[in-house]
């Protein structure tokens, strides 16, 4: 669901508790790895931004929790791990919060730090 939260802490108030922790889990994994990005809140979610432009996100929506690297290379050089995930051009949905491969957002989240690739 899109939100018009000002801050990640006042979105994070929003969530449902059954994806809190979950959400929680990503938003951690984004501050920890993504040192000198700007945690910000666009396109009604959080997000992560380098030089301005949005290179990370999630977001809890109606049905899954989803997950968004604007890093299409990083996506594609994971197309393996993603085989059999819900999953398009940008983003992983995740409809059970129990089950989020967090490796492979990790992996992501560190490939997408060490890449040169604008986002799109």
């Known amino acids: 669901m899109i939100s018009n939260a000002?801050?990640?802490d006042r979105y994070l108030d929003t969530v449902p508790l059954k994806r809190k922790k979950a959400i929680s889990q990503i938003r951690k994994l984004c501050k920890t790895i993504l040192k000198g990005y700007d945690e910000v809140m666009e396109y009604g979610g959080p997000g992560y931004s380098k030089n301005g432009k949005v290179e990370i996100g999630f977001m809890s929506q109606k049905q899954h929790i989803t997950f968004y690297c604007l890093k299409h290379k990083v996506m594609l050089d994971n197309k393996d791990l993603l085989r059999g995930l819900n999953h398009g051009k940008g983003a992983i949905r995740f409809s059970n919060p129990d089950k989020i491969d967090y490796d492979?957002?990790?992996?992501?989240?560190i490939e997408t730090y060490n890449s040169s690739e604008d986002a799109c």
Do not use: D, F, G
């Open 104 to 109: 492979l957002i990790e992996k992501i989240l």
């Open 6 to 8: 000002k801050t990640v």
